[in-house]
T-cell receptor
Framework: EDKVVQSPLSLVVHEGDTVTLNCSYE??????LLWYKQEKKAPTFLFML????IEKKSGRLSSILDKKELFSILNITATQTGDSAVYLC?????????????FGKGTKLSVKP | DGGITQSPKYLFRKEGQNVTLSCEQN?????MYWYRQDPGQGLRLIYY???????QKGDIAEGYSVSREKKESFPLTVTSAQKNPTAFYLCASRREGASANYGYTFGSGTRLTVV
């Protein structure tokens, strides 16, 4: 059965801290790993990772995929209160009748002033 | 502007009632999805449709029904058989063959509460 496991499930840090969120996956016909940020409503797309070892960056956020270990991390440096959200990891498989995303439970990040 | 519209944003249901959640997209996407999200949980797939007049059960389809009579619309009915329907419901659509973002677009969600 396909599954995506995120850890930790919740995390409380102070502004300025650096955090690392973890995501392991077991997805049949794996194609890509996606990260989303969710602040109450619809998830907002952050990154899509398809190749192993290539870091993707966007401002203070970065992410990398390890296809050998079936693992991805999301790093946030110099955290701000606006980073408080649930971060979702999802594994995507190749098309055909699928092409769906399998989501993890999410990591709830709280950044205190 | 193209996008996905879910309505209503908030919905209250009495026990034993059926309710229908609306999801409309003008993105010309072929695939549409319904997810359920409970507190502390990720998104769990209820139903999905790859093409008009066809849909498939996801992981938690019991107590739900859908239809896909038009490409733009994928309504979800929460029936009285769903024992614990209070949750946040997200609709998404996907463009086949998309490379970036896996082609997914999410609606803003409907929060359903049983009273």
């Amino acid at each position: 059965e396909d599954k995506v496991v995120q850890s930790p499930l919740s995390l409380v840090v102070h502004e300025g801290d650096t955090v690392t969120l973890n995501c392991s996956y077991e997805v049949t016909n794996f194609r890509s790993l996606l990260w989303y940020k969710q602040e109450k409503k619809a998830p907002t797309f952050l990154f899509m990772l398809t190749s192993s070892g290539i870091e993707k960056k966007s401002g203070r956020l970065s992410s990398i995929l390890d296809k050998k270990e079936l693992f991805s991390i999301l790093n946030i440096t110099a955290t701000q209160t606006g980073d408080s959200a649930v971060y979702l990891c999802a594994g995507g498989n190749y098309g055909g009748s699928q092409g769906n995303l399998i989501f993890g439970k999410g990591t709830k990040l709280s950044v205190k002033p | 502007d193209g996008g996905i519209t879910q309505s209503p944003k908030y919905l209250f249901r009495k026990e034993g009632q059926n309710v229908t959640l609306s999801c409309e997209q003008n993105l010309n996407h072929d695939a549409m999805y319904w997810y359920r999200q409970d507190p502390g949980q990720g998104l769990r797939l209820i139903y999905y449709s790859q093409i008009v007049n066809d849909f498939q059960k996801g992981d938690i389809a019991e107590g739900y029904s859908v239809s896909r009579e038009k490409k733009e619309s994928f309504p979800l009915t929460v029936t009285s058989a769903q024992k614990n329907p209070t949750a946040f419901y997200l609709c998404a659509s996907r463009r086949e063959g998309a490379s970036a973002n896996y082609g997914y677009t999410f609606g803003s969600g409907t929060r359903l509460t049983v009273v």
